[in-house]
């Protein structure tokens, strides 16, 4: 069964500085799928990265990079240069891709992160 | 980016009055929804899948018979909330999918409840 771990459920991290959120994942198949999304206090999702299974270099999106590491089986996601609107709760998703977009996502239980002046 | 709105954004009840959320997507058709509740402090917790035109698929421990979801077209999926109680309150979120938006779901803004 799918599963997703997010082992930190609050950070710091000073202005302007660099942050590691960390997600592990398990799956049994080839394929698939690897989101993160933003979680401000008002509560819309906000998607910020995706990386594919098969994706040979690391997706990146702006300030944010996924660092995935596929044999161990993690893909953290990086923010450079915080900013105060980087407070947010941030969510690692993983979606089998046998069906392509119409596949649900499995979540993991979220990183608080909270950027400080 | 595909567009998708909810509304009510926030609703207030009285304990054993039904409520309708509704989710659409602005630009696009969606071929697949999703319903998501989530508790404070808790991560998404996917409740049904729908796509148009055929009966939801809901996961394991949801009442289908308590949570309603209809995906009427392309652009409109329905949650019903019937017989609301306390326990009910929660924050539910839809997103949409579909083969022209590329490995994405996109979500709805939210739907707080509040059950009294």
């Known amino acids: 069964a799918q599963k997703i771990t997010q082992t930190q459920p609050g950070m710091f991290v000073q202005e302007k500085e660099a942050v590691t959120l960390d997600c592990t994942y398990d799956?049994?198949?080839?394929?698939?799928?690897l989101f993160w999304y933003k979680q401000p206090s008002s509560g819309e999702m906000i998607f910020l990265i995706y990386q594919g299974s098969y994706d040979e270099q690391n997706a990146t999106e702006g300030r944010y990079s996924l660092n995935f590491q596929k044999a161990r089986k993690s893909a953290n996601l990086v923010i450079s240069a915080s900013q105060l609107g980087d407070s947010a709760m941030y969510f690692c998703a993983m979606r089998e891709n046998r069906g392509g977009a119409t596949n649900k996502l499995i979540f993991g239980t979220g990183t608080l992160l909270a950027v400080q002046p | 980016g595909a567009v998708v709105s909810q509304h009510p954004s926030r609703v207030i009840c009285k304990s054993g009055t039904s409520v309708k959320i509704e989710c659409r997507s602005l630009?696009?058709?969606?071929?697949?929804m999703f319903w998501y509740r989530q508790f404070p402090k808790q991560s998404l917790m996917l409740m049904a899948t729908s796509n148009e035109g055929s009966k939801a698929t809901y996961e394991q421990g949801v009442e289908k018979d308590k949570f309603l979801i209809n995906h009427a077209s392309l652009t409109l999926s329905t949650l019903t909330v019937t017989s609301a109680h306390p326990e009910d309150s929660s924050f539910y979120i839809c997103s949409m999918a579909g083969w022209k938006l590329n490995n994405e779901q996109f979500f709805g803004p939210g739907t707080r409840l509040t059950v009294l």
């Open positions: 799956t049994s198949d080839q394929s698939y799928g």
């Open positions: 630009d696009f058709q969606a071929t697949t």
